[in-house]
């Protein structure tokens, strides 16, 4: 099966723009999704597809796609948007039912 | 509105079998238009898409896990359920049960979620 990947941390200065990213040979073919998880909570979609975005999910949250690298971009970093972010997107490399999700970036805000 | 929620044991011993079932509120689990899926997240670590079913009972495995798990669908009572067998401590997780649509790749709606720990 094929494999997501993506930076561990990263950080934003408060307002500041911050890109996360996901990388992997199956997002040359598949669309990835994104999502926020707060400590002790559920994770929430927060961008899916080529432009979608989940009804009260703030504008500030973007995605793009380009090659094998999918990101979500963060315009103007809120405190609350401190999170662990996940990307999730098929298996380009076997059966394509098969789903599988990156380890995700651990957002600070600073 | 639309809703999910796990439920189950939250202690399971050793070699034992996990059981859980997610209820699903504010619609049908018939629809055509959506698989329902398993998702865990071990204590600390990332998520792990476990696996999904349609409610023709068709069902997709983590190929990781594919020898040991079973997802089932009771469209009359609304609900799908996961079977995980000879667990081991490395099974203690949070599960999720979410929605994904058939044409998509994405989970949305998702349950609270719900721990289950393997010890004796």
């Known amino acids: 099966s094929s494999e997501l990947t993506q930076d561990p941390a990263v950080s934003v200065a408060l307002g500041q723009t911050v890109k996360i990213t996901c990388q992997g040979d199956s997002l040359r073919s598949y669309f990835a999704s994104w999502y926020q998880q707060k400590p002790g909570q559920a994770p929430l979609l927060v961008f899916y597809g080529k432009n979608n975005r989940p009804s009260g999910i703030p504008d500030r949250f973007s995605g793009s796609s380009s090659g094998n690298t999918a990101s979500l971009t963060i315009t103007g970093a809120q405190a609350e948007d401190e999170a662990d972010y996940y990307c999730n997107s098929r298996d380009g490399s076997g059966d394509r039912l098969n789903l599988l999700f990156a380890g995700g970036t651990k957002l600070t805000v600073l | 509105q639309v809703q999910l929620q796990e439920s189950g044991p939250g202690l399971v011993k050793p070699s034992q079998t996990l059981s859980l079932t997610c209820s699903f509120s504010?619609?049908?689990?018939?629809?055509?238009?959506?698989?329902w899926s398993w998702i865990r997240q071990s204590p600390g670590k990332g998520l792990e898409w476990i696996g999904y079913?349609?409610?023709?009972?068709?069902?997709y495995y983590n190929p990781s896990l594919k020898t040991r798990v079973t997802i089932s669908v009771d469209t009359s009572k609304n609900q799908f359920s996961l079977r995980l067998n000879s667990v081991t401590a490395a099974d203690t997780a949070v599960y999720y049960c979410a929605r994904a649509p058939r044409l998509g790749n994405w989970f949305d709606p998702w349950g609270q979620g719900t721990l289950v720990t393997v010890s004796s």
């Open positions: 079913i349609y409610y023709t009972g068709s069902a």
């Open positions: 504010g619609g049908s689990i018939s629809s055509r238009d959506y698989y």
